[in-house]
């Protein structure tokens, strides 16, 4: 019987919720602590996050750095109707988007930055590490518009309109962009793991 | 393409399988904590232009919090006659539970909307005729959370009521009615199945029917 953990942890949900909000108002009234905390429950979502759409490692900690320091900075902006954490994922992939605008390079597709991203990604790997990790590096190894809508649309489970708002283009746009990077993934797992069968 | 060859619409579900599995957390490696401290200390912090209003957001915000027995707001900061002079508040039912929350007026012409008000009520009160229907411990915990749910309701009323129309408070306001309305709502389909249950379910010394 399951329904009075049912109950139990709707109240738990409902505790949470409330906690965060208590947080949030408390941050947008000036409390670093209670930001930190906050900080601290999404840190973690947000890097990997940064990490897959920026494909390299130091640029991803310069981008979960500068979206919690622009959450803060707006935080009085943020409407409670939605959740933090969606906020700050909007956030973040505004981050990231201004950071490879300024930077202009194709970090990922640099093999050893793919190897790199793809070692820290392999570290929290639970279901088949080794194909998993080939996975990573290859996304890694995508062009930013293609690894951008790939990594919203496919790990994150944005749709088409979703992400093309994030990302400022045309849904046609991003659909285009999902299946290019569709392709080249299959491709390139396609070889990797015809080279693992034949080794 | 040969025989071996997937298709392109299986090749796209085992990808999107394998893209569904990859973590969606990964800690950086390094704490970035301090760095971040850093430079938000280097700016003012998002200070309200208000104070009071600021002051009144934190302590309704605490409220919703659901800390046991508090009052946040203080007999100082409350006057209940400019409360009852701007919360337009109905009568409480007679049959409605003994904690039930005071309704919240949003604005002068503003009110809770009517099917939710009454929706409300026929919730509380299949949840007076079958919270015995609960083993003791989730009993307990339904009332302890539901107690504190309404009394954040209550504080953030009263707060409404100094700052009337105040956003984030009316905002604060309708979640945790929203939250109450959940749970009371999550309990009436519970007790539902538990009375739909077999008469001969297995009942344990306690009386309790179900597990946590």
Same mark, same amino acid.
Not at chain 1, 82 to 87: H, Q, V
Not at chain 1, 105 to 115: K, M
Not at chain 2, 16 to 23: G, I
């Given at each position: 019987?399951? #329904?009075?953990?049912? !109950?139990?942890?709707? =109240? +738990?949900?409902? %505790?949470?919720? @409330?906690?965060?909000?208590?947080?949030?108002? &408390?941050?947008?009234?000036?409390?670093?602590?209670?930001?930190?905390?906050?900080?601290?429950?999404?840190?973690?979502?947000?890097?990997?996050?940064?990490?897959?759409?920026?494909?390299?490692?130091?640029?991803?900690?310069?981008?979960?750095?500068?979206?919690?320091?622009?959450?803060?900075?707006?935080?009085?902006?943020?409407?409670?109707?939605?959740?933090?954490?969606?906020?700050? #994922?909007?956030?973040? !992939?505004?981050?990231? =988007? +201004?950071?490879? %605008?300024?930077? @202009?390079?194709?970090?990922?597709?640099?093999? &050893?930055?793919?190897?790199?991203?793809?070692?820290?990604?392999?570290?929290?790997?639970?279901?088949?590490?080794?194909?998993?990790?080939?996975?990573?590096?290859?996304?890694?190894?995508?062009?930013?518009?293609?690894?951008?809508?790939?990594?919203?649309?496919?790990?994150?489970?944005?749709?088409?309109?979703?992400?093309?708002?994030?990302?400022?283009?045309?849904?046609?746009?991003?659909?285009?962009?999902?299946?290019?990077?569709?392709?080249?993934?299959?491709?390139?797992?396609?070889?990797?793991?015809?080279?693992?069968?034949?080794? | 393409?040969?025989?071996?060859?997937?298709?392109?619409?299986?090749?796209?579900?085992?990808?999107?399988?394998?893209?569904?599995?990859?973590?969606?957390?990964?800690?950086?490696?390094?704490?970035?904590?301090?760095?971040?401290?850093?430079?938000?200390?280097?700016?003012?912090?998002?200070?309200?232009?208000?104070?009071?209003?600021?002051?009144?957001?934190?302590?309704?915000?605490?409220?919703?919090?659901?800390?046991?027995?508090?009052?946040?707001?203080?007999?100082?900061?409350?006057?209940?006659?400019?409360?009852?002079?701007?919360?337009?508040?109905?009568?409480?039912?007679?049959?409605?539970?003994?904690?039930?929350?005071?309704?919240?007026?949003?604005?002068?012409?503003?009110?809770?909307?009517?099917?939710?008000?009454?929706?409300?009520?026929?919730?509380?009160?299949?949840?007076?005729?079958?919270?015995?229907?609960?083993?003791?411990?989730?009993?307990?915990?339904?009332?302890?959370?539901?107690?504190?749910?309404?009394?954040?309701?209550?504080?953030?009323?009263?707060?409404?009521?100094?700052?009337?129309?105040?956003?984030?408070?009316?905002?604060?306001?309708?979640?945790?009615?929203?939250?109450?309305?959940?749970?009371?709502?999550?309990?009436?389909?519970?007790?539902?199945?538990?009375?739909?249950?077999?008469?001969?379910?297995?009942?344990?010394?306690?009386?309790?029917?179900?597990?946590?």
């Amino acid at each position: 019987m399951a #329904h009075a953990g049912e !109950v139990v942890d709707e =109240l +738990q949900r409902v %505790r949470e919720a @409330a906690k965060e909000r208590r947080l949030v108002t &408390s941050a947008a009234d000036g409390s670093a602590v209670a930001f930190e905390q906050l900080y601290r429950r999404h840190c973690a979502r947000i890097h990997a996050l940064c990490l897959r759409m920026t494909g390299n490692v130091a640029t991803a900690e310069d981008c979960t750095q500068e979206a919690f320091v622009q959450a803060w900075r707006n935080l009085r902006r943020f409407e409670t109707r939605s959740a933090f954490g969606t906020w700050l #994922h909007r956030i973040a !992939v505004n981050a990231v =988007l +201004q950071q490879t %605008r300024r930077r @202009a390079e194709s970090l990922g597709a640099e093999d &050893s930055v793919e190897r790199e991203v793809a070692d820290v990604l392999a570290d929290h790997l639970t279901v088949d590490p080794g194909r998993s990790r080939d996975l990573e590096t290859a996304i890694a190894g995508l062009p930013p518009g293609a690894r951008h809508v790939l990594v919203l649309v496919g790990v994150y489970g944005h749709s088409h309109e979703e992400a093309s708002q994030l990302l400022g283009i045309a849904v046609g746009t991003c659909k285009a962009q999902l299946h290019r990077a569709r392709a080249l993934l299959s491709a390139r797992l396609g070889e990797t793991e015809w080279n693992h069968d034949a080794g | 393409m040969t025989q071996d060859e997937p298709t392109a619409g299986h090749a796209a579900a085992r990808l999107d399988a394998r893209l569904s599995e990859l973590p969606l957390e990964v800690a950086p490696g390094r704490d970035l904590w301090p760095d971040i401290a850093a430079r938000i200390d280097e700016r003012a912090p998002p200070v309200a232009p208000a104070t009071r209003r600021a002051a009144w957001l934190w302590q309704a915000a605490a409220a919703v919090v659901l800390v046991a027995g508090s009052s946040l707001l203080t007999a100082s900061l409350l006057d209940r006659s400019v409360l009852q002079q701007q919360s337009a508040v109905p009568p409480v039912p007679a049959n409605a539970h003994a904690t039930v929350v005071m309704p919240a007026a949003f604005g002068p012409a503003g009110q809770l909307d009517p099917e939710y008000v009454a929706t409300r009520r026929q919730l509380t009160q299949v949840l007076d005729q079958r919270i015995a229907a609960l083993p003791t411990s989730a009993r307990a915990k339904l009332e302890f959370n539901l107690g504190e749910l309404r009394r954040a309701a209550d504080e953030i009323n009263a707060a409404l009521a100094e700052q009337p129309g105040d956003p984030l408070l009316e905002e604060l306001l309708l979640k945790t009615y929203q939250d109450e309305l959940a749970v009371l709502s999550n309990v009436s389909q519970l007790t539902n199945s538990l009375a739909n249950e077999p008469a001969n379910m297995p009942v344990s010394p306690t009386g309790e029917r179900m597990q946590l």
